[in-house]
């Protein structure tokens, strides 16, 4: 029998990671399909590299795209093991800011991927002071024949930039440029990019001396006074420091808001229509944007706790939380483009953002009232039939006065009109319950055949004579009323006698009621409260819930006594 023995396992190389460019390709060219995100990634290496300028230049003839900037620059090392190592962070060794104090925008080292998204090749040219230019040209056709032999990264070796575009940094001591070849724009205008560098890349609120130039005129918030122009509305930050942005609006009404125990700053603002907000283009809109040191780091922030109430379609501004990135914590997604939903500060940043939009919302509501325009139907602050009453208050006083509010008015006239509207909108209430009350009587005592009294006829009769002389010496050529019986002529009061009769109510029978109380009982008193309302006088609060009072009473009695008089028809 023969006996085996196992072995000693034989040694061997220990195992490590390794890399596809499938990889690059998922972290980096198809992450990044905003073509205003590939642009802000190389504004941001300028700031990071303390730049003073960015120039970038599109020639769409051509398809082609320069940015350059006059940062620090890297040497031919710095573009091996700092621009070209995927994953290598400014931040790594603690460090959070540049040489001159700027806080470093760049963190996972991953964002210079987002260069190749959009064009066939990037070429990227570098120097230091003093140091010569050196560069390499990043083919997207070979990385592709790389992912599909699925080559790793360091079996891919980069050309050298042509000798002309070597020589593209000779003009200043030290910076990068970087050269795209048959650029992808995605119908990205020129006015678009203007607009959106203006709104979206704020880096002169923390640093004054970045500029950013496009086709060699530098952006300025006034690339954006189109947007600050529709702005009707502003709610400042409480604190926040001066933003020439919003020196650019005219608001017509404004105040500040607090987000107690955030560090943030910033404004929000509504403009006059939803379509206000459409400044780039059909599809896209300027929303509530939050900005972590200058630059734009989530897009439309409200869409985490949507409203649907009306002022979200008028909304706009922006957030700034500069310590959302600490240095040490990176609450960013991979795509920089938007922040992690669970982070703690952006958490809170919500809850305080939702608490401050509901105050605006509201403010909101009243302004566009009192500036006689639709407001937030959805509010319940105020009842449909209230602000179907404060609208047409405000229809008839432009049928009166269609200049009111206009260059053509005077401010004087203003404030007079407004202060004779005032309490307009509750007496359309009482206007309106008066006019139905006694007309109702009118009917009833028509229908059922009640007998004016002796002194009904005679009220009538003075009132009718008292219009016949008016008439006469008004001049006018006709009469103008559609109804010369003596009902009508007769007011509430005088009505209320008229089909006042005592009454077995609908429960009578049932034992709970036996007779409903003469309704003249209050003629004297709703006399009194009609003619305040009619004579626009203005009822004080105690008036009003008396009128109301009377009112309702005057109502329910009305519908027993048709009940009533049908019943004794039948019974007959």
């Known amino acids: 029998m023969t006996t085996t023995t196992a072995t000693a396992p034989q040694p061997s190389e220990p195992f490590k990671f390794e890399f596809s460019l499938t990889v690059l390709d998922h972290l980096g060219r198809q992450l990044y399909r905003n073509f205003i995100t590939v642009i802000g990634e190389a504004i941001s290496n300028a700031w990071d590299a303390d730049a003073e300028n960015i120039w970038i230049n599109i020639d769409r003839g051509n398809q082609e795209m320069t940015i350059r900037d006059d940062g620090i620059g890297m040497t031919h090392d710095d573009i091996q093991n700092k621009f070209l190592k995927i994953g290598y962070s400014k931040r790594k060794d603690g460090t959070t800011r540049t040489r001159r104090g700027r806080p470093y925008i760049g963190a996972k080292g991953i964002g210079k991927l987002a260069l190749l998204s959009c064009a066939d090749s990037v070429t990227v040219v570098s120097k230091t002071a003093g140091g010569a230019s050196s560069g ?103 604190d926040s420091p001066d933003d020439q942005f919003l020196g ?116 909101w509501d009243d302004w566009r009232i ?66 139905i009350l006694e007309n109702l009587m009118r009917q009833i005592a028509t229908r059922y055949h009640m007998k004016l009294n002796p002194n009904n006829e005679k009220t009538a009769d003075g009132y009718k004579t008292k219009a016949e002389n008016d008439f006469r010496e008004s001049l006018l050529q006709e009469k103008c009323r559609t109804c010369e019986k003596r009902l009508w002529y007769l007011g509430l009061d005088d009505l209320m006698k008229v089909v006042d009769r005592k009454t077995r109510s609908p429960e009578a029978s049932a034992g709970k009621q036996t007779v409903n109380t003469p309704i003249k009982s209050q003629s004297a008193s709703i006399r009194y409260l009609r003619n305040i309302v009619m004579h626009t006088a203005g009822l004080t609060p105690y008036g009003s819930e008396q009128l109301k009072a009377r009112k309702e009473a005057i109502a329910a009695n009305l519908r027993t006594i048709v009940v009533d008089c049908e019943k004794s028809q039948l019974d007959t």
């Open 136 to 238: 390499c040209v990043i083919d997207n056709s070979e990385i592709d024949q790389a992912i599909d032999e699925d080559k790793s990264g360091q079996e891919v070796t980069l050309p050298d930039p042509h000798e002309d575009d070597l020589h593209i940094l000779d003009a200043q001591d030290h910076g990068t440029a970087i050269f795209f070849s048959k650029v992808r724009m995605s119908n990205s205008k020129n006015e678009f990019l203007r607009k959106a560098l203006a709104l979206f890349f704020r880096f002169s609120l923390v640093d004054s001396s970045f500029s950013i130039f496009f086709n060699d005129a530098e952006i300025t918030v006034d690339d954006a006074k189109e947007l600050a122009k529709s702005t009707q509305y502003l709610w400042r930050i409480k």
């Open 248 to 363: 650019l609006m005219n608001p017509s009404r404004e105040n500040t808001i607090a987000l107690e125990g955030l560090k943030a700053r910033g404004f929000l603002a509504t403009v006059k229509k939803p379509g206000d907000l459409i400044v780039f283009g059909a599809k896209e809109k300027v929303r509530v944007d939050l900005f972590v040191n200058g630059r734009l780091r989530e897009r439309d922030i409200l869409s985490h706790r949507p409203s649907a109430r009306v002022p979200e379609q008028y909304i706009y501004g922006q957030i700034h939380m500069d310590a959302l990135d600490s240095g040490t914590n990176d609450p960013f997604t991979s795509s920089r483009e938007s922040v992690i939903e669970d982070d703690p500060q952006f958490t809170e940043l919500l809850k305080g953002l939702a608490k401050a939009v509901n105050q605006i919302y509201d403010e």
């Open 370 to 435: 009192k500036d006689r325009q639709d407001g937030d139907d959805e509010n319940q602050k105020r009842s449909k039939k209230e602000r179907a009453a404060l609208r047409l208050t405000e229809e008839q006083a432009k049928e009166l006065f269609p200049e009111t509010g206009t260059k053509k008015s005077s401010e004087t006239f203003d404030e007079l009109l407004e202060k004779a509207k005032r309490g307009l909108t509750k007496s359309l209430d009482d206007y309106g319950h008066i006019y």
